[in-house]
């Protein structure tokens, strides 16, 4: 007879993908293997392939997890304030993430065709409500999409850098940073 679920299953699987996320990122995804995986989680090569078949199964669940997890916090996150509650969601949900987004932004090519689809179908979600909430802000300035697709993925280019340059608890924290951002991001857009 087959053996159930263990109780703890998705809390193993969880802290397999933290753990991987944070090593894959440091050493490359390329260079990276699931021996020094699993000893970097603090568990043996044979558990990590209980629950993945292969480091690209692993690294698509990583990423999986990760986007699911921003573009639902992001669409949870109230639309009252524009662009700026936008953008601030976006900084927030990213927090705690760093490993994982730098493998977004690194690794995802590295998978095929048919794992990378769903994951880009999240970000393209992502881009859509920014250039929603960029159209609502001005416009004017987006008559016939014009500059839209270029203005949004500027704005995603600005967030998507602040985990390499901001130390916690120098300079500006997530919230103050998101207003400077929005405040750039406003003020350039009714220039267009």
Not at 101 to 126: F, G, N, T
Not at 141 to 151: H, K, W
Not at 160 to 175: F, H, I, S, T, V
Request: with cysteine; aromatic share 8%; hydrophobic share 40%.
């Amino acid at each position: 007879m087959p053996r159930g679920i263990a109780r703890d299953h998705e809390e193993k699987r969880a802290a397999i993908r933290k753990g991987a996320a944070t090593y894959f990122a440091r050493h490359g995804f390329d260079r990276a293997s699931m021996t020094a995986a699993a000893k970097h989680c603090g568990v043996s090569k044979a558990l990590i392939y209980h629950y993945y078949d292969s480091k690209e199964s692993l690294l698509f669940d990583i990423l999986d997890t990760h986007l699911s997890g921003l573009v639902a916090r992001v669409e949870a996150a109230p639309q009252t304030d524009g662009l700026r509650g936008l953008v601030r969601a976006i900084l927030q949900a990213y927090r705690g993430a760093d490993a994982e987004h730098k493998l977004q932004l690194d690794s995802l090519s590295v998978l095929e065709p048919e794992q990378q689809a769903p994951l880009i179908d999240l970000q393209r979600r992502l881009i859509d409500m920014m250039g929603t909430a960029l159209q609502n802000e001005a416009p004017e300035a987006f008559t016939g999409n014009r500059n839209l697709r270029a203005v949004t993925m500027s704005v995603f280019g600005i967030l998507n850098w602040y985990y390499m340059w901001n130390r916690p608890g120098k300079g500006l924290d997530r919230d103050e940073y998101a207003d400077l951002v929005t405040d750039m991001v406003l003020g350039g857009i009714h220039a267009l």
